[in-house]
T-cell receptor
Framework: DSGVTQTPKHLITATGQRVTLRCSPR?????VYWYQQSLDQGLQFLIQ???????AKGNILERFSAQQFPDLHSELNLSSLELGDSALYFC?????????????FGPGTRLTVL | QKEVEQDPGPLSVPEGAIVSLNCTYSNSAFQYFMWYRQYSRKGPELLMY????GNKEDGRFTAQVDKSSKYISLFIRDSQPSDSATYLCAMIRNSGNTPLVFGKGTRLSVIA
């Protein structure tokens, strides 16, 4: 158990809908990272927050947004969902914001868009 | 060309075999190199973390980095069925706001 929690574990929704994925980092970790994992693309970095501020951005679509709250939990919002958004979404956390430190991954949210 | 290339396998070996997993990369700016293990339906967990070139050993696992060839390896000695998982290499350019770049992962099965 990494200490990172993610909810929900599974999400099934329809195209065009909007969903919110939630992540709680390990106690003491200030950075939260979001990743998307699909069979064809592998694990892709989406976005990083450090202590409430956006720190780095990867291949995140404009339909997706995220934020980190004062209690350090983070939410990833996915809107106007398409079939291709079906994937595993992982959250990871680390102590520092440099990205070079160890990242601890949560169990993931499996999103299925029908 | 993708930044990080990794053979997806699957790789199937008998119990007790030495396993060699590899990644190549194209960007010479990568400085930190990692190997993650991911069991089915779980999140990746960090196995090995190395900085720049050289070897690092931890129990049955040895990580090697050859920056001149842009090639990294993970060796697993005395492989066990519990080692059956997907192994992902990952690397980062330098400290400061640069994201981890992952290989697609190699699926390993160790047969008892």
């Amino acid at each position: 158990d990494s200490g990172v929690t993610q909810t929900p574990k599974h999400l099934i929704t329809a195209t065009g809908q909007r969903v919110t994925l939630r992540c709680s980092p390990r106690s003491g970790d200030l950075s939260v990272y979001w990743y998307q994992q699909s069979l064809d693309q592998g694990l892709q970095f989406l976005i990083q927050y450090y202590n409430g501020e956006e720190r780095a951005k990867g291949n995140i679509l404009e339909r997706f947004s995220a934020q980190q709250f004062p209690d350090l939990h983070s939410e990833l919002n996915l809107s106007s969902l398409e079939l291709g958004d079906s994937a595993l979404y992982f959250c990871a956390s680390s102590v520092d914001g440099t990205g070079s430190g160890e990242q601890f991954f949560g169990p993931g949210t499996r999103l299925t868009v029908l | 060309q993708k930044e990080v290339e990794q053979d997806p396998g699957p790789l199937s070996v008998p119990e007790g075999a030495i396993v060699s997993l590899n990644c190549t990369y194209s960007n010479s700016a990568f400085q930190y190199f990692m190997w993650y293990r991911q069991y089915s339906r779980k999140g990746p967990e960090l196995l090995m973390y190395t900085y720049s070139s050289g070897n690092k050993e931890d129990g049955r696992f040895t990580a090697q980095v050859d920056k001149s060839s842009k090639y990294i390896s993970l060796f697993i000695r005395d492989s066990q069925p519990s080692d059956s998982a997907t192994y992902l290499c990952a690397m980062i350019r330098n400290s400061g706001n640069t994201p981890l770049v992952f290989g697609k992962g190699t699926r390993l099965s160790v047969i008892a």
